[in-house]
């Protein structure tokens, strides 16, 4: 299985602020995802980052409320822009290798 | 994307009990997985399925993926406090990834 790191793995943030995540896979993936997961609930998938092209983002998601970048085969960012209350949540990045698909230890975000 | 249908949504059982969890899909895949999530952890990849009717087993884990390809269950037997967590299945086709809800398992001591 991938090693998979992810900076922060928690934060306090305030209203109207940007977060960057990083997420770094110890292996090249190619296909990485990004989700993010309410307290107890199960995984929502924001959007697919492609390797020197735009991300594929799910209904629901925008380019403008969460970028992202995804400059080699190893690594990948998100960005909450402009955070409100509604955005604190874990998110997590997930690449896939073939047809088996792992899962970093999450940043725990927290908009005040 | 969409999610699978993944059931029971809670289970309370005393150590030392087996459990069964299962997801149905009206979709067939590929591969089927089972993951176990921790408190503040990411889910990690407990067991994978790559053949209808492959039953494979992980220490006290078993799972199986269904001949149908449309479903998929986990049993866990003997359980201890450690087992305590949320257990998530996916179902995998092509470039298609879709998770249950989860089964949020607690062990009494």
């Known amino acids: 299985s991938a090693v998979i790191s992810q900076k922060p793995s928690r934060d306090i943030c305030q209203r109207g602020t940007s977060l960057t995540i990083q997420c770094q896979v110890d292996?090249?993936?190619?296909?990485m995802f990004w989700y993010r997961q309410q307290p107890g609930q199960s995984l929502t998938l924001i959007a697919t980052?492609?390797?020197?092209?735009?991300?594929?983002?799910e209904s629901g998601f925008v380019i403008d409320k969460f970028p992202i970048s995804r400059p080699n085969l190893t690594f990948s960012t998100l960005t909450v822009s402009n955070m409100s209350p509604e955005d604190s949540s874990i998110y997590l990045c997930?690449?896939?290798?073939?047809?088996?698909?792992?899962f970093g230890p999450g940043t725990r975000l927290t908009v005040l | 994307g969409q999610q699978l249908n993944q059931s029971p949504q809670s289970m309370f059982i005393q150590e030392g009990e087996d459990v069964s969890m299962n997801c149905t899909s009206s979709?067939?895949?590929?591969?089927w997985l089972w993951y176990k999530q921790d408190p503040g952890e990411g889910p990690v990849l407990l067991i994978a399925?790559?053949?209808?009717?492959e039953l494979t087993s992980n220490g006290r884990l078993t799972a199986q993926f269904g001949i149908t390809r449309k479903d998929s269950f986990l049993n866990i037997s003997a359980s201890i406090p450690s087992d305590v967590g949320i257990y998530f299945c996916?179902?995998?086709?092509?470039?298609?990834?879709?998770f249950g809800a989860g089964t949020r398992l607690t062990v009494k001591p």
């Open positions: 979709s067939i895949f590929n591969t």
């Open positions: 399925l790559y053949k209808a009717g």
């Open positions: 996916a179902g995998h086709n092509n470039n298609d990834m879709r």
């Open positions: 980052a492609n390797q020197g092209s735009e991300a594929t983002y």
């Open positions: 292996s090249q993936v190619t296909m």
């Open positions: 997930s690449p896939r290798s073939y047809n088996e698909q792992f």
